[in-house]
């Protein structure tokens, strides 16, 4: 049985694929006067929101940064989506001696206007790692490493895999990382461009034991940053 379980938020714990394109779409058409496929929005979707749009435009990127922000606390609560299921097996794990993280590229504030939708959340959740809290953002280990320590008891020597960032891996029956289970960039496929898992998963789970490796895409590398 792990000893801790790291979760992404962003379309992991909670349905946000809408709301992130649809503010991305209109900081686009606002700043930069332009349609941008969709693909190309959500292509750098997981590093910290402003890397994201230095990549869009480096020229533009505190404007578009503005643009997506005002637009995004302005749709919050209406783009929003849950995950049925979600906290229910989030307790049971709780319930079963596991602790549970939250690890995410997002702004503090932004996981704060989330939990206010979402309230359940913040009592199955012991720790959150949010930008704030590291230096260095995903895919870097920083930020799981920094889940770690917060939750203490933890190896702290734990490693990652090589590819950096993909989970706690040095006493891998210890520590395990959930990540990107659900968020899509398009109808057909999801971010890490395998077939995209049903929410169901997570409520037909025990949530205790290797079980996360089978169902769950693990090593995808970050989350989505908002």
Request: net charge negative; charged share 25%.
């Amino acid at each position: 049985m792990p000893r801790a379980a790291l979760f992404d938020f962003d379309g992991t714990l909670v349905d946000t694929t809408e709301l992130i394109y649809q503010s991305m779409r209109h900081a686009a058409s606002d700043v930069l006067g332009r349609e941008i496929s969709r693909e190309i929005l959500m292509a750098n979707v997981g590093q910290p929101l402003p890397r994201q749009m230095e990549l869009l435009s480096a020229e533009h990127a505190e404007e578009l940064l503005e643009s997506y922000r005002l637009h995004n606390e302005e749709h919050h609560d209406t783009l929003i989506g849950e995950f049925p299921g979600v906290e229910e097996s989030l307790a049971r794990l709780r319930a079963g001696g596991v602790r549970v993280a939250v690890v995410t590229s997002k702004r503090r504030f932004s996981v704060e206007m989330a939990l206010k939708t979402f309230s359940g959340l913040g009592e199955v959740v012991d720790q959150w790692v949010t930008m704030e809290d590291t230096a260095e953002h995903k895919p870097d280990p920083a930020p799981l490493l920094k889940g770690l320590e917060f939750l203490g008891n933890v190896p702290p020597e734990a490693g990652v895999d090589d590819e950096g960032a993909g989970r706690a891996a040095d006493e891998p029956d210890e520590v395990v990382h959930v990540n990107r289970c659900f968020m899509r960039v398009g109808p057909d496929k999801d971010v890490g461009g395998r077939p995209p898992f049903q929410l169901g998963v997570l409520d037909r789970m025990n949530l205790v034991g290797r079980q996360f490796a089978e169902h769950c895409l693990i090593n995808s590398g970050c989350g989505h940053g908002s």
